[in-house]
């Protein structure tokens, strides 16, 4: 499941509601986690990170690119 992959590639995953989490961001210094992931539960998984990294860096950091995040 893709939204496996992606929460198990981060640090200091938390749930904060139903297919909701958040966790450090990968792209920047971050101690406390500033980024929001949501599985729509359609195929598509959305991702914001509060300190403004752009997505495809957060994903470039972990190895994933935006293709990841969408359904096949």
Not at 7 to 15: E, G, S
Not at 25 to 52: E, M
Not at 60 to 71: C, F, K, N, R, Y
Request: proline share 4%; aromatic share 2%; charged share 25%.
């Amino acid at each position: 499941m893709k939204i496996d992959m992606l929460l198990d590639a981060l640090r200091k995953v938390r749930v904060t509601g139903s297919n909701e989490w958040v966790a450090c961001c990968p792209a920047h210094d971050d101690r406390t986690p500033s980024l929001a992931i949501k599985d729509v539960g359609d195929g598509r998984i959305l991702v914001h990170c509060y300190a403004n990294c752009a997505v495809e860096d957060v994903l470039g950091s972990i190895g994933m690119t935006l293709s990841d995040l969408m359904p096949d």
